[in-house]
């Protein structure tokens, strides 16, 4: 009898599942960093999303039984997060950025950029005025830009990506959240179809993974679009050309908000002039800086 049998056959209840998956997590030594970071914690999400359960699930009826249907679909997405290294909002289809849930696909980053820190406290003290127009660069699901909506009512906010597929799931989360008076969808190769415009705040989660850090990482990272990850060897294609032009694109007290993760070291030794102001990030993450539009002016990117 094989082990998913067996577990059709003995385990019976909700809880009976969420411990079996989290002792099979344990043993396949998964690596967590899509939305959970530890074995318990992805089992248990795993399980109550698998069944439509939200997360704050009354945990007096955790002893519900289950249908042998409900059962092998559990067993079917707890086999592909093994076997696939596959990161488990692909397979539920759905990640939960700042409490909301937003639409993935493979065709996307799973969300969860540090910036967030900054939309929680309205990007002070970094803003100096309120910002009427807004863009999210780099999109990818579009969490960012159309957080950025929430937070900021009054804003008209752009949302570009290259990648039109990423962007039809951008639009679609645009629709789940019903903020398409506010948001418009672009596609875009970094700033080519938005000449004419001025912003009071960029926001870019751009790809900046090196060739190195890339070939090391976890197998899940592998599963997310490259495209998305990596920008050249040194991971600083993407952002070179962008400073260059950010400029540009702001208003005289605009600002941009840009991560660069890991490759923030590589960053300052490229530019050791420039006063990147990098970011206290209290929920965690690094490589998060803020440059106005005066201090982009002023060196040759």
Known sequence: MSVNQSAVRDLKSI????????????????FYGH???????EAVHLVLRSL??????????LDCALTTDEKKRILKLVQLR?????????????AWFMGLPFKV?????????????????EFQPWLSEYPLNILDMCTGSGCLGIVASLVFEDAKVD???????????AQDNVQLHEVGE??????????????GKKYDLIICNPPYVDADDYNSAPKEFHNEPRLALTSGIDGLDFTRQFLSQAADYLTNN???????????????????NVPFMWVDLPAGGNGVFVLTKEQLSQFNF
Not at 185 to 195: G, K
């Open 82 to 94: 093994i076997s696939k290294r596959e990161p488990l909002p692909y397979l539920l289809s759905e």
């Open 105 to 121: 696909t493979r065709d996307t980053l799973i969300p969860r950029s540090p910036i967030m820190s900054l939309l929680e406290t």
């Open 254 to 272: 605009g600002i941009i908000v840009y991560e660069v993760g890991n490759t923030e070291v590589t960053l300052q030794e490229n530019y050791p």
């Open 52 to 61: 439509k359960l939200p997360m704050d699930f009354d945990r007096s009826m």
């Open 15 to 30: 809880q009976d599942f969420i411990r079996w998956t989290y002792s099979r997590f344990l043993k396949a030594e998964l």
């Open 35 to 41: 939305g959970t970071d530890n074995a318990w914690d």
């Open 182 to 195: 506010s948001v418009e969808v672009i596609e875009s190769d970094m700033f080519t179809n938005l000449f």
């Open 159 to 169: 949302i570009t990506d290259i990648s039109s597929a990423a962007l039809k799931v």
